[in-house]
């Protein structure tokens, strides 16, 4: 039995006036996923338990199988581990995002342009990730580089008593003074966020991206703070050899934490630009290298979201569906018996532009067995299903059937 996991961060919405009252999901013409509810079991899974927030750690482990309550640790220790750092029992990690401030204003009234820094690239981000460490790091902080906006820092002998670290892609657009923590714990952080707008308003990249028309990395955002994870090794947990591919470091990150093959995939951006059919084909080589289960991440539906480009975020599952979904199960019709669950992580809604916690749809294929499934996979559709209420037991559904 092989098993395929497609998951769509964020695929799941509200229906909006934008799309003429229906959601993404509804509006996208996706004739193999619709194929496969057809004779599916479809119905929602509640991925975010009650008191963790809805973030795709918390919810991307659920799906995995893990229990968030037990085993979640924050954000940025499972993106360290992607990018190999090591880090020891008394570190404190955390998510170091480039985002664009606005210019004019004293620091601590700027306002939240850009939570991505225009779409910066991996090279250019390390040049400035390279600055940052120069000017601000030392024998207590230290920066690593990782992919495209989204790098890490690691306090020796820190602490996570450090108040409330806003996500940045939650505050797009708002003066960013109510979301800089008060905690006493927290000042040094805040201080290395305003030093770093001074060290890098001016730096040669974000010159050249400025002359380019290209919103500058004017300054790091820091969040997600966690200690070293613990996670059980998934073929020991299920007994069933797994890999993830994904673009992003916190998927790579909770792959590598639960000793799972996590390849690189060249061109994978975790945008609507990404390398769809590398992210195919590389799926495919994790089965020609023996192992039983593949978690496909596909992170573009969410950064749709948080930019409220709703025609874009229709295409992402379209393009899922085509590139994704079509080749990975034409693929395994040759290779026997095979089960597919395709579903989002969380939903996030266009109208919000952020994560929200409600319970997301979900569907299950057994190549083996046809079921009276729906005649089209959408939000509404699943409430016609089962409703599991305890997001690991998805995968546990998955894998025993």
Partial sequence: MKYLVVL??????????????????????????????????????????????????VANLSVMGYDPLVCYTGRSPLE??????????????????????????????????????????????AEIIKTVQKKLGNEIYKFYSGVAYRHCLVVNNGTTDLGTLTPPHDISGRVITDYLSDSENAKGLISLMEKSYEILKD??????????????????????????????????????????VSAVDLLKGIGICAEMETPEVEGATGYIDTNFEGKAKAAIDMYEKGNDLVYVHIEAPDECGHRGEAENKVKAIELIDEKIVKPLTDYLKGKGDFRVLIMPDHPTPLCTKTHSREAVPYLIYDSRKEEKGVDCFTEENAKQGGFISHGPDVMKKLIEG
């Avoid at 009252?21 to 996706?30: F, L, Q, S, V």
């Avoid at 004739?31 to 795709?56: F, R, Y």
């Avoid at 360290?80 to 620091?107: F, H, M, Q």
């Fill in 8 to 57: 769509c961060d964020g695929m799941a919405d509200e229906r909006n006036e934008l799309l003429g009252g229906k959601t993404p999901m509804e509006c996208a013409k996706k004739p193999n996923i619709d194929a496969l509810a057809k004779v599916g079991v479809c119905g929602l899974c509640k991925t975010v338990a009650d008191g963790l927030k809805p973030g795709s750690d």
């Fill in 80 to 125: 360290a581990a992607s990018i190999g750092v090591e880090l020891k029992e008394t570190d404190v990690a955390l998510r170091c995002n480039l985002v664009t401030l606005s210019d004019d204003e004293p620091y601590n009234k700027k306002v939240m342009v850009d939570y991505c820094a225009g779409d910066i690239s991996t090279s250019e981000a």
């Fill in 203 to 244: 730096h040669p990249v974000n010159r050249e991206r400025e002359s380019k028309g290209l919103r500058p990395a004017n300054s790091i955002w820091l969040w997600g703070e966690g200690r070293k994870p613990q996670l059980e090794a998934f073929e020991s947990k299920y007994n069933v050899k797994g890999a993830v």
